[in-house]
């Protein structure tokens, strides 16, 4: 029982109070501020992804190895920070929300590093490798202090699976879609910065090494970089606001509020206990690793392997794909169900990445191919987010709690865990078969080991993708069965709450049933009284 100077729940108790079941579904605002503030992760992440190895190489001219240094020693400081997040994220909560607080605090930082990463300081080679290996940290840190919060937020939309799967598809097309943003900003940041032969320095050279310039003469190649950088900032801050003013947090009344403050080894015990989370992140892993060394080499293949200069026109092409194709998928699993979506998206993809092992120098097929692969692509991005809900719905079933931070932390390290082992195992490769930094011809090893790099690898991440995707148990079906189970709890949760508060208020009430007041001395029942039981007793009567 409350203490007589404790607020009522009509006051909004944080310890008793919970949320009344909403009317109507998530406003399409609400979605579309959701979602625009996912943009910033892939704007930012996908720019590095596509490009920092081709700027690390040729622009900041430094070694294959110290690529990979730097890309492997940032996954395995991941490694550390993504689960720390998750715990604080999920045992944090203020006054000004459980989300949002990350969200605003972490993006001037995120921003700042993001900028300064694309920036080429004046030191040695070992200089460079420090100050690479530092930037990049940060950048992935704050990243994760903004990404995995946001990503949580999707539990805090709604209680309904409907809205959440409608928000994330929102996501999901914003995501695409800032990742073509980010992509075209950086090349017309580069093809704006001086004349459209800066992209390939080789040309209209007969060396086999790119030109070495004074340094007044290489600023606008740096300065292009910047340019991109301080742009793509820029829209990271007004994604921001949207999501922080157009959106709202909302608890959801199945939840039991001691269970979700337990310690962060058990937490950890009961998610990694839980099958079908760990069935789906195995999938999810390798359906990242092979979109993520596909699009980490691609650039890479198409000026070294078929010896394409205007890469950046197959890769608008493939984003512009998979950003139109996102709604005809999203149809497609509403009819037919998620698990059966993302198979058959996988397996439309094997045999498209197959065949760039394959490919000539051909225009039409290089795009062709970019446009075909963009519409399987877009499976991938979709369905696993769309899927990660269920899995906590079924935790929460199961154990009365959610932990979505803890869902949410692995959920996004395994994403970057797959950036960092794609870059850095490919720029070991290219180490190993002699890619010379800064050569405008390659050895004939390095096509083929890009070749092999595109085709052979995320092929063979699809197919053990497949294998775990085919013992994932929840389906449709169950996912019904998960809704009615919840929608029950939280009856039930909100039956309690109502009868304990009304047997709470009314002890503490003058009033008695059957007796009268002095009439000399009335004390009006208090507003939350009338509240309570009238709900309890008689809905259409507002008093006692």
């Given at each position: 029982?409350?203490?007589?100077?404790?607020?009522?729940?009509?006051?909004?108790?944080?310890?008793?109070?919970?949320?009344?079941?909403?009317?109507?579904?998530?406003?399409?605002?609400?979605?579309?501020?959701?979602?625009?503030?996912?943009m910033?992760?892939?704007?930012?992440?996908?720019?590095v992804?596509?490009?920092?190895?081709?700027f690390?190489?040729?622009?900041?001219?430094?070694r294959?190895?110290?690529?990979?240094?730097?890309?492997?020693?940032?996954?395995?400081?991941?490694?550390?920070?993504?689960?720390?997040?998750?715990?604080?994220?999920?045992?944090?909560?203020t006054?000004?929300?459980?989300?949002?607080p990350?969200?605003?605090?972490s993006?001037?930082?995120?921003?700042?590093?993001?900028?300064?990463?694309?920036?080429?300081?004046?030191?040695?080679?070992?200089?460079?490798?420090?100050?690479?290996f530092?930037?990049?940290?940060?950048?992935?840190?704050?990243?994760?202090?903004?990404?995995?919060?946001?990503?949580?937020?999707?539990?805090?939309?709604?209680?309904?699976?409907?809205?959440?799967?409608?928000?994330?598809?929102?996501?999901?097309?914003?995501?695409?879609?800032?990742?073509?943003?980010?992509?075209?900003?950086?090349?017309?940041?580069l093809?704006?910065?001086?004349?459209?032969?800066?992209?390939?320095p080789?040309?209209?050279?007969?060396?086999?090494?790119m030109p070495t310039?004074?340094?007044?003469?290489?600023?606008?190649?740096?300065?292009?970089?910047l340019?991109?950088?301080?742009?793509?900032?820029?829209?990271?801050?007004?994604?921001?606001?949207?999501?922080?003013?157009?959106?709202?947090?909302?608890?959801?009344?199945?939840?039991?509020s001691?269970?979700?403050?337990?310690?962060?080894?058990?937490?950890?015990?009961?998610?990694?206990t839980?099958?079908?989370?760990?069935?789906?992140?195995?999938?999810?892993l390798?359906?990242?690793?092979?979109?993520?060394i596909?699009?980490?080499?691609l650039?890479?293949?198409?000026?070294?392997?078929?010896?394409?200069?205007?890469?950046?026109i197959?890769?608008a092409?493939?984003?512009?794909?998979?950003?139109?194709?996102?709604?005809?998928?999203?149809?497609?699993?509403?009819?037919?169900?998620?698990?059966r979506?993302?198979?058959?998206?996988?397996?439309?993809?094997i045999?498209?990445?197959?065949?760039?092992?394959?490919?000539?120098?051909?225009?039409?097929?290089?795009?062709?191919l970019?446009i075909?692969?963009g519409?399987?692509?877009?499976?991938?991005?979709?369905?696993?987010w769309?899927?990660?809900?269920?899995?906590?719905?079924?935790?929460t079933?199961?154990?009365?709690?959610?932990?979505e931070?803890i869902?949410?932390?692995f959920?996004?390290?395994f994403?970057?865990?797959?950036?960092?082992?794609?870059?850095?195992?490919?720029?070991?490769?290219?180490?190993?078969?002699g890619?010379e930094?800064?050569?405008?011809?390659?050895?004939?090893?390095?096509?083929?080991?890009?070749r092999?790099?595109?085709?052979?690898?995320?092929?063979?991440?699809?197919?053990?993708?497949l294998?775990?995707?085919?013992?994932?148990?929840?389906t449709?079906?169950?996912r019904?069965?998960?809704?009615?189970k919840?929608?029950?709890m939280?009856?039930?949760?909100?039956?309690?709450y109502?009868?304990?508060?009304?047997?709470?208020?009314?002890?503490?009430?003058?009033?008695?049933?059957?007796?009268?007041?002095?009439?000399?001395?009335?004390?009006?029942t208090p507003?939350?009284?009338?509240?309570?039981?009238?709900?309890?007793?008689?809905?259409n009567?507002?008093?006692?």
């Amino acid at each position: 029982m409350a203490d007589q100077g404790e607020k009522t729940p009509l006051l909004g108790s944080a310890e008793t109070y919970s949320s009344p079941p909403r009317e109507g579904y998530l406003s399409r605002k609400e979605k579309i501020c959701y979602a625009v503030g996912g943009m910033p992760y892939p704007m930012t992440a996908n720019v590095v992804a596509f490009f920092i190895a081709v700027f690390l190489l040729d622009v900041a001219q430094i070694r294959p190895i110290y690529v990979s240094i730097i890309v492997f020693s940032g996954k395995a400081w991941d490694a550390i920070t993504d689960p720390t997040i998750g715990l604080l994220v999920q045992r944090i909560d203020t006054r000004f929300g459980k989300i949002k607080p990350w969200v605003v605090l972490s993006m001037p930082f995120a921003v700042l590093s993001y900028f300064f990463l694309w920036y080429v300081p004046d030191i040695d080679a070992n200089g460079k490798l420090g100050y690479y290996f530092v930037l990049y940290c940060a950048y992935m840190t704050f990243l994760t202090c903004y990404h995995l919060p946001y990503s949580a937020l999707t539990m805090y939309l709604s209680d309904q699976q409907i809205d959440r799967d409608s928000a994330t598809a929102y996501r999901m097309t914003c995501e695409v879609l800032g990742t073509v943003i980010g992509i075209l900003v950086h090349a017309l940041c580069l093809t704006a910065s001086s004349s459209f032969d800066f992209l390939d320095p080789c040309i209209g050279t007969n060396s086999t090494l790119m030109p070495t310039y004074p340094p007044e003469e290489r600023d606008p190649v740096e300065l292009a970089y910047l340019l991109s950088a301080g742009t793509l900032s820029i829209l990271f801050f007004i994604c921001c606001m949207f999501v922080t003013i157009g959106t709202s947090e909302r608890k959801d009344d199945a939840l039991d509020s001691k269970k979700e403050q337990e310690e962060f080894c058990r937490s950890l015990k009961d998610v990694f206990t839980h099958g079908p989370y760990i069935l789906l992140l195995l999938c999810f892993l390798c359906v990242s690793l092979s979109l993520q060394i596909v699009q980490g080499n691609l650039a890479l293949y198409l000026l070294h392997a078929l010896h394409y200069d205007n890469y950046q026109i197959a890769l608008a092409l493939l984003l512009v794909s998979t950003l139109l194709c996102l709604p005809l998928w999203q149809m497609v699993m509403n009819r037919i169900g998620k698990k059966r979506t993302l198979g058959i998206g996988m397996i439309i993809e094997i045999p498209i990445l197959g065949s760039l092992y394959f490919v000539q120098s051909n225009p039409i097929a290089v795009y062709s191919l970019s446009i075909i692969s963009g519409a399987a692509i877009s499976v991938a991005y979709l369905c696993p987010w769309s899927m990660i809900p269920d899995v906590i719905d079924d935790f929460t079933v199961k154990t009365g709690t959610r932990k979505e931070a803890i869902f949410y932390s692995f959920y996004v390290f395994f994403t970057k865990l797959a950036v960092g082992v794609t870059l850095g195992a490919s720029a070991l490769v290219l180490e190993l078969v002699g890619y010379e930094s800064g050569a405008c011809e390659q050895p004939e090893s390095v096509a083929m080991a890009l070749r092999i790099l595109v085709s052979a690898a995320p092929v063979g991440f699809l197919l053990i993708g497949l294998l775990f995707l085919w013992f994932y148990p929840i389906t449709e079906l169950r996912r019904s069965e998960t809704r009615t189970k919840l929608e029950d709890m939280r009856e039930r949760k909100r039956s309690s709450y109502v009868l304990s508060s009304s047997s709470s208020l009314l002890a503490k009430s003058p009033v008695a049933f059957g007796k009268e007041a002095d009439s000399n001395n009335v004390e009006r029942t208090p507003s939350s009284v009338k509240f309570m039981i009238s709900e309890e007793y008689d809905e259409n009567d507002s008093t006692i």
